[in-house]
T-cell receptor
Framework: EAQVTQNPRYLITVTGKKLTVTCSQN?????MSWYRQDPGLGLRQIYY???????DKGDVPEGYKVSRKEKRNFPLILESPSPNQTSLYFC???????????????FGPGTRLTVL | AQSVTQPDIHITVSEGASLELRCNYS??????LFWYVQSPGQGLQLLLK??????LVQGIKGFEAEFKRSQSSFNLRKPSVHWSDAAEYFC????????????FGKGTTLSVSS
């Protein structure tokens, strides 16, 4: 089954304790992206990756890192989490970069992160 | 700058009644427009998308949307709402011509009453 998976689905942590949220897709997609969703703000893009070893900042990259060493994986790293990073995080992927006809972003199920 | 506005935060519709969710966008060129649905505790699912051509777009689950350039709108419609349609709905526009990201509206929560 074609899907985007995220782990963990739920995480409670404390300020300053490094964490990684994994994202994996089995569709051989080139493009992957991370969003955060906050009440009243909708979804905002954190980082995206056009292909292996190619990443770039989205609208709200501060406090986050990413890496793209393999095509299928795009982990989101919080080196020193803070309470304002408490949010619902979504990973997404698409076959190729761009939103042309026939190309669609597929979203993972989300990771709910709480930073105390 | 590109932006998406969903004027209605919360809408309640009776089961079987028609639905229209509003979306207005700000974008300089021909936009790529999307509607996504998020059921409670779930990820986002694409309902439909518009790139060019016919301004009335059909999607899944009986939804449709109409692109009106003169009004900068992309409203989502369904003729008869089912209780299972209760969810949060997001309108989105492609962030740039390269289409490397989406800008989302803040969402509209749909409640369905019996």
């Amino acid at each position: 089954e074609a899907q985007v998976t995220q782990n963990p689905r739920y995480l409670i942590t404390v300020t300053g304790k490094k964490l990684t949220v994994t994202c994996s897709q089995n569709m051989n997609h080139e493009y992957m992206s991370w969003y955060r969703q906050d009440p009243g703000l909708g979804l905002r893009q954190i980082y995206y990756s056009m292909n292996v070893e190619v990443t770039d900042k989205g609208d709200v990259p501060e406090g986050y890192k990413v890496s793209r060493k393999e095509k299928r994986n795009f982990p989101l790293i919080l080196e020193s989490p803070s309470p304002n990073q408490t949010s619902l995080y979504f990973c997404a992927s698409s076959l190729i970069p761009g939103l042309g006809r026939g190309n669609t972003q597929y979203f993972g199920p989300g990771t709910r992160l709480t930073v105390l | 700058a590109q932006s998406v506005t969903q004027p209605d935060i919360h809408i309640t519709v009776s089961e079987g009644a028609s639905l229209e969710l509003r979306c207005n966008y700000s974008y300089g060129a021909t936009p790529y427009l999307f509607w996504y649905v998020q059921s409670p505790g779930q990820g986002l699912q694409l309902l439909l998308k518009y790139f060019s051509g016919d301004t009335l777009v059909q999607g899944i689950k009986g939804f449709e949307a109409e692109f009106k350039r003169s009004q900068s709108s992309f409203n989502l419609r369904k003729p008869s709402v089912h209780w299972s349609d209760a969810a949060e709905y997001f309108c989105a526009v492609g962030r740039n011509q390269a289409g490397t990201a989406l800008i989302f509206g803040k969402g509209t929560t749909l409640s369905v009453s019996s």
